[in-house]
């Protein structure tokens, strides 16, 4: 999760002297600080490097970063959701899968899988109908409340852009992909089987499957995970505020797992991070699947050392299911 990143002396150089819109253009950057966790601290795939709103300027969408999206004219009215377009991302955005193709080339003979990733419909209407990050996204919940069929018109038109991107991202080399509702958290369990899990399910039916499988994340999402497990998705991605063992027992034999230390415990000593691995192994074993993750993105100030000890803590674990 978020492997490329501040973290590492080597991104901050490559980034130094570049907006981070230009970075996220910028195809031999971006496939540089792609690669570097692979050589760096010996990461077994590669995420490229992107944002989850790259696609959003191709639907007439005004953005920069602050360092966070913020929106020139934020979505208030049904006038402005009618105008947005529905770009063919490979148009829109070609330089996203030239990163694709030129990544997947560079990692085919090491045998490294490469995964991409898209906002969830929830969380990309979060930020353009509040104009930037905010606590509560109050003015999100008053649309939700107040004008629900214009949210449903957005976030329609929010899955059309994120199917329609997955897929490019499929056909052009990645091996995985993964939805990421950072936002998703906020909802009450009936909130969010109402406003986000029916757009989770709509991507999960509608992305070509055939070309590799979909990964769910929802940020804060320990309340909702009764819901995410019938997304229709084949991981999904748990942060630290989940019991592993609970969830692998309950729907292990559903769907797999992914997940999920606390960033900040790759701040401790390596040994301390290495029971920490060994307690996640073992909490996983129920599942058909785990795979070995934080429960959200590398923080900015986390040790390099503690990346590579985490990751060889999960090197030297056996490579039979416990």
């Given at each position: 999760?978020?492997?490329?990143?501040?973290?590492?002396?080597?991104?901050?150089?490559?980034?130094?002297?570049?907006?981070?819109?230009?970075?996220?253009?910028d195809?031999?950057r971006?496939?540089?600080?792609?690669?570097?966790?692979v050589?760096?601290?010996?990461?077994?795939?590669?995420?490229?490097?992107?944002?989850i709103?790259?696609?959003?300027?191709?639907?007439?969408?005004?953005?920069?970063?602050?360092?966070?999206?913020?929106?020139?004219?934020?979505?208030?009215t049904?006038?402005?959701?009618?105008a947005?377009?529905?770009?063919?991302?490979?148009?829109?955005?070609?330089?996203?899968?030239?990163?694709?193709r030129?990544?997947?080339?560079a990692?085919?003979?090491?045998?490294?899988?490469?995964?991409?990733?898209?906002?969830?419909?929830?969380?990309?209407?979060?930020?353009?109908?509040?104009?930037?990050?905010?606590?509560?996204?109050?003015?999100?919940?008053?649309?939700?409340?107040?004008?629900?069929?214009m949210?449903?018109?957005?976030?329609?038109?929010?899955?059309?852009?994120?199917?329609?991107?997955l897929?490019?991202?499929?056909?052009?080399?990645?091996?995985?992909?993964?939805?990421f509702?950072?936002?998703?958290?906020?909802?009450?369990?009936?909130?969010?089987?109402?406003?986000?899990?029916?757009?989770?399910?709509?991507?999960?039916?509608?992305?070509?499957?055939?070309?590799?499988?979909?990964?769910?994340?929802?940020?804060?999402?320990?309340?909702?995970?009764?819901?995410?497990?019938?997304?229709?998705?084949d991981?999904?991605?748990?942060?630290?505020?989940?019991?592993?063992?609970?969830?692998?027992?309950?729907?292990?034999?559903?769907?797999?797992?992914?997940?999920?230390?606390?960033?900040?415990?790759?701040?401790?000593?390596?040994?301390?991070?290495?029971?920490?691995?060994?307690?996640?192994?073992?909490?996983?074993?129920?599942?058909?699947?785990?795979?070995?993750?934080?429960?959200?993105?590398?923080?900015?100030?986390?040790?390099?050392?503690?990346?590579?000890?985490?990751?060889?803590?999960?090197?030297?674990?056996?490579?039979?299911?416990?």
């Open positions: 999760m978020r492997q490329a990143g501040r973290y590492l002396p080597e991104y901050r150089a490559v980034r130094q002297g570049v907006s981070f819109m230009q970075m996220c253009r195809v031999d971006a496939v540089e600080v792609s690669l570097q966790p050589d760096i601290v010996g990461s077994e795939a590669v995420i490229m490097f992107q944002d709103f790259t696609p959003i300027p191709g639907m007439g969408v005004d953005v920069d970063f602050a360092p966070g999206p913020v929106i020139a004219e934020p979505i208030r049904r006038a402005q959701i009618d947005l377009v529905v770009p063919d991302s490979r148009e829109s955005v070609p330089f996203v899968f030239e990163i694709i030129t990544l997947r080339g990692l085919e003979s090491r045998r490294i899988p490469l995964l991409g990733f898209a906002g969830a419909p929830f969380t990309l209407a979060a930020y353009l109908v509040q104009g930037q990050g905010s606590k509560d996204f109050g003015a999100l919940k008053r649309m939700m409340h107040q004008s629900p069929d949210l449903r018109a957005l976030l329609a038109k929010l899955t059309d852009v994120t199917v329609d991107y897929d490019a991202q499929l056909e052009s080399g990645s091996q995985a992909v993964q939805l509702d950072t936002w998703a958290g906020l909802l009450s369990p009936a909130d969010y089987r109402e406003w986000a899990l029916p757009y989770h399910r709509e991507i999960a039916d509608r992305v070509d499957r055939s070309r590799g499988p979909l990964i769910l994340y929802v940020n804060n999402g320990a309340h909702v995970v009764d819901a995410g497990v019938e997304s229709g998705f991981v999904l991605s748990l942060d630290w505020r989940c019991r592993l063992d609970e969830v692998a027992r309950k729907y292990g034999d559903r769907i797999s797992l992914q997940g999920n230390l606390d960033p900040c415990a790759l701040t401790a000593p390596p040994e301390r991070i290495a029971g920490w691995v060994r307690e996640m192994h073992e909490a996983a074993a129920p599942a058909r699947g785990h795979i070995m993750n934080l429960g959200h993105g590398l923080l900015p100030e986390t040790p390099v050392e503690g990346v590579k000890a985490f990751i060889a803590a999960v090197k030297a674990l056996p490579t039979k299911p416990i």
